[in-house]
């Protein structure tokens, strides 16, 4: 998986893109990340890139021109490759679209800033708009990261231990259940005791009980979905029908 981001603040992304798992992934060859700077395709000898809005309003746009150049210079060694536009306009991006996104073998990512970027350049080159949640932030960078961190963690030997993947909250359709390490003893709360019972299949109804609570505590929407979709077993059913008469 190559990632090559479109971006005002290459060092933003170099930076946090080098650290933990995504650092490593990269020392190893599993993934790359290249950050390039679309000023560096500026024609202006002080490398603007944006300029005032037609029409008039407040801030300024992004320019067509060193975008379109920039983009050029990256797919003319990728080929035909997806390109992410990070927008608050986008559909909110999922775990489903990073299982996806992880099968492809170039992503391009452009990061808007300012108040935005010129429409005809986004009509020619964009092929998907991903928006992180709905919220506005102040530029691109950190939901572009956002999606490389989700997709990345989906290519096939990124995670070293790859049962952590499958498992986690999201992936069945559920949250995760609590996680509890040494001491046995902290602050005076003990460790829940099934969990040093040694008794496995206890330990996984424990578990599965843990995450259906969780679910419908925290996210009652994610498990009216999974209901609905009739995912659950009818032992699911009849353990969520007890946490809600409780
Ligand atoms: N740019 C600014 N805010 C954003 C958001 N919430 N998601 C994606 N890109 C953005």
Same mark, same amino acid.
């Given at each position: 998986m190559h990632f090559h981001v479109m971006t005002l603040f290459p060092d933003m992304i170099t930076a946090a893109m080098s650290q933990s798992i995504i650092g490593r992934a990269q020392k190893q060859g599993i993934i790359s990340v290249e950050?390039?700077? &679309?000023? =560096?395709? +500026?024609?202006?000898?002080? /490398?603007?890139?944006? =300029?005032?809005?037609?029409?008039?309003?407040?801030?300024?746009?992004?320019?067509?021109?060193?975008?379109?150049?920039?983009?050029? +210079? &990256?797919?003319?060694?990728?080929?035909?490759?997806?390109?992410?536009?990070?927008?608050?306009?986008?559909?909110?991006?999922?775990?489903?679209?990073?299982?996806?996104?992880?099968?492809?073998? =170039?992503?391009?990512?452009?990061?808007?800033?300012?108040?935005?970027?010129? !429409? /005809?350049?986004? !009509?020619e080159i964009v092929t998907d708009n991903f928006s992180i949640g709905d919220y506005v932030l102040t530029g691109g960078e950190l939901p572009a990261m956002v999606m490389m961190d989700a997709v990345a963690r989906m290519v096939p030997g990124v995670l070293t231990n790859e049962s952590s993947a499958s498992e986690e909250s999201f992936e069945g359709g559920l949250l995760e259940y609590p996680q509890y390490t040494r001491p046995e003893v902290y602050h005076g709360v003990s460790v829940p005791p099934v969990l040093l019972s040694g008794h496995h299949a206890n330990i996984e109804r424990w578990r599965r009980r843990q995450s259906l609570e969780r679910t419908c505590k925290r996210r009652p929407d994610l498990l009216q979905k999974e209901i609905e979709a009739g995912r659950l077993s009818p032992e699911d059913l009849n353990i969520i029908s007890q946490l809600e008469s409780e």
């Open positions: 950050a390039v700077d &679309i000023r =560096d395709f +500026s024609k202006d000898k002080h /490398r603007h890139v944006d =300029d005032y809005p037609y029409g008039g309003g407040a801030g300024m746009v992004m320019q067509p021109g060193p975008i379109y150049d920039c983009y050029q +210079s &990256i797919a003319a060694r990728t080929g035909k490759a997806r390109v992410i536009y990070t927008t608050p306009q986008g559909r909110v991006f999922s775990q489903k679209d990073a299982r996806e996104l992880a099968r492809e073998e =170039d992503l391009i990512i452009l990061c808007g800033h300012y108040e935005g970027v010129d !429409e /005809r350049v986004l !009509e």
